[in-house]
């Protein structure tokens, strides 16, 4: 019977591929959780500057005021350690539209503004992982 052993053998490679495919899946879905880390600040930055540092933890709704005649503006609301922009005049509403954020590296960016909000660690003048 040699025709059924051979069968049996590609069953076990196929098994074992699928184990060797969900242990993969698994370990990056792990890896991916454990690099999630919640930020503690909020960082807004206009036109690649960064100009207000706010903490996670605290409740603000802050106006954002942009454009050279300050005729942008961009709601940042931080609430229960998340921040999103409530409101905003920029014609694409994508801002608006991004959900919470709170994981290091998150951002929310209204390209018509250029504003940059993101969550960071630390606040930036403590920033040792910056590149420089
Ligand atoms: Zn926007």
Redesign the pocket.
């Known amino acids: 019977m040699k025709n059924n052993s051979e069968k049996n053998q590609r069953k076990r490679n196929d098994i074992i591929l699928a184990a060797v495919i969900l242990i993969i899946a698994v370990a990056g879905f792990l890896f991916l959780n454990a690099t999630k880390k919640n930020g503690s600040y909020v960082v807004v930055k206009i036109d690649g500057v960064e100009k207000y540092s706010y903490s996670i933890t605290e409740n603000i709704t802050k106006e954002i005021i942009t454009g050279e005649n300050g005729e942008y503006t ?1 709601t940042l609301v931080i609430k229960d350690g998340k921040a999103s ?1 409530l409101t ?1 005049n ?1 014609p ?5 539209g991004h959900r919470e954020i709170s994981f290091v590296g998150e951002t929310i960016v ?4 250029k ?1 940059v909000i993101e969550v960071k660690k630390e606040a930036s003048n403590q920033n040792l992982d910056a590149v420089v």
């Open positions: 961009n922009v905003a920029c694409d509403g994508i801002c608006v209204c390209l018509p503004h504003v």
